[in-house]
């Protein structure tokens, strides 16, 4: 058996900082053998930026995904050379720069990741599911986990049944909110709708909580800033079987 963990976006400087923080002590409390994160949010501001995904790679993940705020940054190009910083796989072929999968050699086992976002209430990208059923034709290791980066809970469980008994986890992020529905669907493949996000606890999805409140009660342009104060990092652990693919324990992880 092997132990995977997968970190919910981590939101700015200061979700960096906590991750640095708590990562390592995490992984050996759990005996992780790799671990994946969303860093979307993770250059000041949001997107991504070498230097947060630096700082990511630093604290101890081996795969960084992301989703619609992927290029967001004016070095996006760059940050996508990286065959381990990952941008959504139903971005059209040919005008988007890097990769929406990568494998990673474990020695006796390997691993898939895999990005995709939704487009429900998002960018209308290539069909999700369509875009999927291509990409495990081309995968040769019954270990693959989804980052399914969307907004519609019905679309993410719509995937989750969807992949059930084809890849060994599927996992919810953009809404920053770490949902209580995690399962193994069909014995065999681990779910949750929502990991959640690493960063400022009190806010709104990571912003200053004041400044959200006056866009919604006002609807004037805000220019949102990251909130300030204590952290909190949110993620799962999947114990699965490295043999066959197959998960046999999901447990959300919070940490404050």
């Not at 230097?51 to 630093?58: L, R």
Request: hydrophobic share 40%.
């Amino acid at each position: 058996m092997k132990n995977l963990l997968f970190i919910g976006d981590v939101v700015g400087k200061a979700g960096c900082g906590f991750l640095a923080a708590k990562l390592s002590r995490l992984k050996q409390l759990y005996n992780i053998d790799i671990t994946i994160v969303n860093g979307e949010n993770s250059a000041q501001g949001n997107g991504i930026s070498r230097q947060s995904a630096d700082m990511i790679f630093n604290a101890g993940a081996d795969v960084i995904t992301t989703g619609n705020h992927a290029f967001r940054r004016r070095e996006y190009p760059a940050v996508f050379e990286d065959r381990y910083i990952l941008r959504p796989a139903n971005y059209p072929e040919g005008g988007a720069p890097g990769r929406g999968w990568c494998s990673i050699d474990m020695g006796a086992y390997s691993i898939a990741v895999v990005n995709l976002m939704g487009t429900v209430f998002m960018d209308q990208l290539d069909n999700p599911f369509t875009k999927i059923d291509g990409i495990l034709d081309e995968i040769d290791t019954p270990n693959i986990f989804l980052d399914f980066h969307a907004e519609a809970t019905s679309e993410k469980k719509a995937m989750g049944h969807y992949l059930t008994g084809r890849v060994t986890g599927v996992f919810g992020t953009h809404t920053h909110v770490q949902t209580s529905d995690e399962i193994i669907l069909g014995g065999h493949t681990a779910y949750i709708t929502d990991a959640g996000m690493t960063g400022p606890e009190v806010s709104c999805l990571g912003v200053e909580k004041e400044l959200v409140i006056n866009r919604f009660r006002f609807h004037t342009p805000v220019m949102f800033k990251e909130a300030e104060g204590d952290c909190f990092l949110c993620g799962v652990c999947v114990e699965f079987d490295e043999k066959y693919g197959k998960s046999h324990k999901i447990e959300r992880i919070i940490i404050r």
